[in-house]
T-cell receptor, first 110, second 115 residues
């Protein structure tokens, strides 16, 4: 299984930036880093993914360390709707499925 | 709305029974995945199909089976149900099966309660 390490939980205030860290020290050169999130009572939702360089989309930014052994998901302005469990996953071409860890439960305070 | 449709949304059944969960993938997606989520085990990958063929198998019990049909919909069959099988079962789909940058889209899940 592809192993990642994330904090169990984090707290943020509404409208402040949130940096969610993830360690993936055993990642290989062809593995993509994916972030998904799961809101309460919903299925996981794709957030962002990247390989080497930093990535931005309408939901978040992904900052990947130069050695690729860690990454950070950045929510620029947290909203109450961003309260969810955030999963950091990596996988390569040998398998297409995602192996989820425990994730980080993000709480957002008004 | 991810475009992945799962039925039924909720199901209550007795121990020893058999149920079938159905999944319609997003239009154009060839790969289907099944996951189980329970409170103590988190999200567990069960099985993956691509264009009708089994691609990968995870922690799927022998009492469980799945298939993907020619129209690409998939069914997960759970038999000889036990109390511990109570969980949320997710179906997901993606365009391809192995591309590492592949994005996987999840349905809203089927809640199974075994009593």
């Amino acid at each position: 299984d592809a192993k990642t390490t994330q904090p169990n939980s984090m707290e943020s205030n509404e409208e402040e930036p949130v940096h969610l860290p993830c360690n993936h020290s055993t990642i290989s050169g062809t593995d993509y880093i994916h972030w998904y999130r799961q809101l309460p009572s919903q299925g996981p939702e794709y957030v962002i993914h990247g390989l080497t360089s930093n990535v931005n989309n309408r939901m978040a930014s992904l900052a990947i360390a130069e050695d690729r052994k860690s990454s950070t998901l950045i929510l620029h302005r947290a909203t109450l709707r961003d309260a969810a469990v955030y999963y950091c996953i990596y996988y390569g071409g040998s398998q297409g499925n995602l192996i989820f860890g425990k994730g980080t439960k993000l709480s957002v305070k008004p | 709305d991810s475009g992945v449709t799962q039925t039924p949304k909720h199901l209550i059944t007795a121990t020893g029974q058999r149920v079938t969960l159905r999944c319609s993938p997003r239009s154009g997606d060839l790969s289907v995945y099944w996951y189980q989520q329970s409170l103590d085990q988190g999200l567990q990958f069960l099985i993956q199909y691509y264009n009708g063929e089994e691609r990968a198998k995870g922690n799927i019990l022998e009492r469980f089976s799945a298939q993907q049909f020619p129209d690409l919909h998939s069914e997960l069959n759970l038999s000889s149900l036990e109390l511990g099988d109570s969980a949320l079962y997710f179906c997901a789909s993606s365009v391809t099966d192995r591309y590492p940058g592949n994005t996987i889209y999840f349905g809203e899940g089927s809640w199974l309660t075994v009593v």
